[in-house]
T-cell receptor, first 111, second 114 residues
Framework: LAKTTQPISMDSYEGQEVNITCSHNNIATNDYITWYQQFPSQGPRFIIQGYKTKVTNEVASLFIPADRKSSTLSLPRVSLSDTAVYYCLVGAHGQGGKLIFGQGTELSVKP | DTGVSQDPRHKITKRGQNVTFRCDPISEHNRLYWYRQTLGQGPEFLTYFQNEAQLEKSRLLSDRFSAERPKGSFSTLEIQRTEQGDSAMYLC????????????FGPGTRLLVL
């Protein structure tokens, strides 16, 4: 499975837009890009998944350039409750489906 | 609540004791996963089941670890002769087999081995 690189931590303030970029230079043709969110003492929670271009849901947007070697998770107007660890994962699902997590990005939202 | 549930939520044990954790997946999900997470790290894959068949085991799963899913529904993870290095959060997740499956995680069982 493709290795991912993302910042260890980020700080933001309430109401700001937060963009977390993930690098995955060795992404394979059939790999999807998925982001999970994890609050302390809870299991990870699926946020968004995409293959190319842009995906948007009620929680976030995911931007993927044409070469797919990176992706950016965008959280609009963050609140204190968005303080969490965000994981970028790359892999071909349907082949066992196990998830390979990196260290993630610890996002801290301040008032 | 129709999410993934795990029991117990917390477990404190002494080194050398055996412990067993239970996971109840979302009812229609045929895949079930176990992960382990230590402080400051992302979850690490341990093993997964499709229905009652255990299809993959990580090298992290030593001989002291065993997992079962006897009827393709709930699963148990047993750790024999616990060691202090086993202290971690044990997470269970379930999913429907598909090309773009989303895994739904339970709240985890936090194990502390003294």
């Amino acid at each position: 499975l493709a290795k991912t690189t993302q910042p260890i931590s980020m700080d933001s303030y309430e109401g700001q837009e937060v963009n977390i970029t993930c690098s995955h230079n060795n992404i394979a043709t059939n790999d999807y890009i998925t982001w999970y969110q994890q609050f302390p003492s809870q299991g990870p929670r699926f946020i968004i998944q995409g293959y190319k271009t842009k995906v948007t849901n009620e929680v976030a947007s995911l931007f993927i350039p044409a070469d797919r070697k990176s992706s950016t998770l965008s959280l609009p107007r963050v609140s204190l409750s968005d303080t969490a660890v965000y994981y970028c994962l790359v892999g071909a699902h349907g082949q066992g489906g196990k998830l390979i997590f990196g260290q993630g990005t610890e996002l801290s939202v301040k008032p | 609540d129709t999410g993934v549930s795990q029991d117990p939520r917390h477990k404190i044990t002494k080194r050398g004791q055996n412990v067993t954790f239970r996971c109840d997946p979302i009812s229609e999900h045929n895949r079930l996963y176990w992960y382990r997470q230590t402080l400051g790290q992302g979850p690490e894959f341990l093993t997964y089941f499709q229905n009652e068949a255990q299809l993959e085991k990580s090298r992290l799963l030593s001989d002291r670890f065993s997992a079962e899913r006897p009827k393709g529904s709930f699963s148990t993870l047993e750790i024999q002769r616990t060691e202090q290095g086993d202290s971690a959060m044990y997470l269970c997740a379930s999913s429907l087999r598909s090309d773009r499956e989303t895994q739904y995680f339970g709240p985890g069982t936090r194990l502390l081995v003294l």
